[in-house]
Each structure stands twice: as structure tokens, then as C-alpha cells.
């Protein structure tokens, strides 16, 4: 008796209908949120500790330019977040 092969069935083979349709669109928006979240909370990190992870801040900060969440001079110098006391 020889076993049935079966490919393994992806996304594309599986939008048949509106409402499947509709449920890719949903799943690839929640994914393309979650990684948003993950380049915010990297980028929200000390750079120094970003290097020592291996990564390079700029690269991060650069995903985020255009966005709500860019990062600026405020967000990466200490000093700069102090109020003035003159």
C-alpha cells in the first residue's frame, strides 16, 4: 500500500472566498503590527545596549523614520530629556 503525498497547503492555496480572503488580509495586518511593536521597543532601548546585542542602533531608528513612532535626538540623549534650569 503506498502512503498518500500531500504538499503542504499554504495561504495561497487556501483563499477561496471572500471571508478567506479577508482572513489572509487580517493575519498579514496582525503580523505586520507585532513586527512594528518589536522595531518600537528595540528602538526605545539604550543604543549601547543595542550594540552590545549585536545590532546596529541607526538601522533600527532608520525603520522607524516617517512613522508616529520616529525616533529623535530627545529619545537618544539623556541630557536632552532633563527640563532646562536656568
Excluded at 478567506?20 to 503590527?33: Q, S
Excluded at 550594540?51 to 512613522?67: A, F, N, S, V, W
Amino acid at each position: 500500500m503506498q502512503a498518500l503525498l500531500l504538499k503542504p497547503t499554504t495561504d495561497l492555496d487556501l483563499r477561496f472566498g471572500i471571508l478567506a480572503t479577508l482572513r489572509v488580509g487580517m493575519r498579514a495586518m496582525r503580523d505586520h503590527r507585532r513586527a512594528r511593536r518589536n522595531w518600537v521597543y528595540l528602538s526605545r532601548m539604550p543604543p549601547r545596549l543595542l550594540r552590545d546585542m549585536g545590532l546596529e542602533p541607526e538601522e533600527i531608528y532608520q525603520k522607524l523614520d516617517g512613522t508616529f513612532d520616529e525616533v529623535g535626538p530627545v529619545h537618544l540623549s539623556p541630557a536632552a530629556r532633563e527640563p532646562c534650569r536656568s
